[in-house]
Structure formats: structure tokens, C-alpha cells
């Protein structure tokens, strides 16, 4: 069973719109991030959260807001869409921080902007 | 500037063959070194970490690191066709935030 659950999998949306990436972890860690994939960039580090506490924000935009609701909980808001923002967003979570921690990731979420 | 540089960009190496990444940091604050692996359609999962200089081994895969370099290498001996997937180089400071390099693409060849 995946220890991380993000929804939705897909999503398509249209240019100026909001979406609501969800992430549960279901590891008992204390640390959550979000990374960004896209054709042009690798892994890009966006957020880190640690006890529902933002620990680095490594996004320029304010249109991307985490939302930590519960301490297994690390959802993305992400405002005015644009082409741009047309990625894969991976969830992950450590136990402690990521550099002596293995990061675990979940299997994405895929975002279309049109 | 990138600061996790990796090496091949793409590999293809025939079934029991070795395949070798290599990367390289240009931030002397990253102490910490790991390998992480993503099959199509999945998310990144951890191969290994090295935090020391020299080798360290883990079943068919060998990792070494050179700090005064800050050069590190990730090599599979006896490849599989299911080693084939994207590998990603990522260094950290002692802050806990990982940085990925561009990733290589290994092709295993039956």
C-alpha cells in the first residue's frame, strides 16, 4: 500500500484557475515537502515543512501556498495558473531532515495548464 | 549556476554490464550525498547515501565520494533491465534540504 497518497494523479486545468494538490503521509514523519518536475527542470525543492512548520520556501511566487491541516497533511494551493506551471508535483516526507533522512516520495501528482 | 552536476545524460549498458554515473557538486556546503532512482510513471526512491569519503557497498551497488573533489560516483555492477530508470545525484547542506541534479537515463539492454 503507498505510504504517501497524493490526489489527484492527473489533472488538466485552464489558464488563471486555482487547483488544490492534495498529500498524506502515512510514514509517522515529521518533516513533508514539495518538489516540482517538468521537461526543463529535475527535481526543483519548493517547500519543507517540519511539524507543520514551514522550514524553507525556495518558490519566487505567492501563487503556490502549502496548507498543513494535520501533521501528516501538506496539501499545495496554487493560484492564477499559467502554461508554466504544467508539471509533475511530488509529495515526500523524512523522518528529520532530508540530508541524513531518506526522503520518501509518492507517486505525484500531474498537472496540465492549458 | 547548477549546483548538482551529473554525468552521463543518458547510459545504455547490456543486461550484466556495468553502468557508472558520475556527479559533481560546486557548493563546498554539501556534506551529504545521495543517489535516488525513479522508474517511469513513479515517484524518486533512495538507492543510497554516502556521507564519508571512499567506497560504500550495498548489494550490487558501489557509491564513492571524494569531499575534497566534492566529486561522487554511483556504479551497478551486474545490471538488470529493471535497473533501467532515471538516476538522480542529490547533495544537501546540514539543513536538510536536497538538491537533484539533471538525473541520468539508464537503459539495460537484454
Known amino acids: 500500500d503507498p505510504k504517501i497518497i497524493q490526489k489527484p494523479k492527473y489533472l488538466v486545468a485552464v489558464t488563471g484557475s486555482e487547483k488544490i494538490l492534495i498529500c498524506e503521509q502515512y510514514?509517522?514523519?515529521?518533516?513533508m515537502y514539495w518538489y516540482r518536475q517538468s521537461a526543463k527542470k529535475p527535481l526543483e525543492f519548493m517547500f519543507s515543512y517540519s511539524y507543520q512548520k514551514l522550514m524553507d520556501n525556495q518558490t519566487a511566487s505567492s501563487r503556490f501556498q502549502p496548507q498543513s491541516s494535520k501533521k501528516n497533511h501538506l496539501d499545495l494551493q496554487i493560484t492564477a495558473l499559467k502554461p508554466d506551471d504544467s508539471a509533475t508535483y511530488f509529495c515526500?516526507?523524512?523522518?528529520?531532515?532530508?540530508?541524513?533522512?531518506?526522503?520518501?516520495f509518492g507517486e505525484g501528482s500531474k498537472l496540465t495548464v492549458l | 549556476q547548477q549546483k548538482v552536476q551529473q554525468s552521463p545524460e543518458s547510459l545504455s549498458v547490456p543486461e550484466g554490464g556495468m553502468a557508472s554515473f558520475n556527479c559533481t557538486s560546486s557548493?563546498?556546503?554539501?556534506?551529504y550525498f545521495w543517489w535516488y532512482r525513479q522508474h517511469s510513471g513513479e515517484g524518486p526512491k533512495a538507492l543510497m547515501s554516502i556521507f564519508s569519503d571512499g567506497d560504500k557497498k550495498e548489494g550490487r551497488f558501489t557509491a564513492h565520494l571524494n569531499k575534497a573533489s566534492l566529486h561522487v560516483s554511483l556504479h551497478i555492477r551486474d545490471s538488470q533491465p529493471s535497473d533501467s530508470a532515471l538516476y538522480f545525484c542529490?547533495?544537501?547542506?546540514?539543513?536538510?534540504?536536497?538538491?537533484f541534479g539533471d538525473g541520468t537515463v539508464l537503459t539495460v539492454k537484454p
Open positions: 542529490a547533495a544537501s547542506p546540514n539543513t536538510g534540504k536536497l538538491t
Open positions: 515526500a516526507s523524512s523522518q528529520g531532515t532530508a540530508n541524513t533522512g531518506q526522503l520518501y
Open positions: 557548493d563546498r556546503n554539501f556534506q
Open positions: 510514514l509517522g514523519h515529521n518533516a
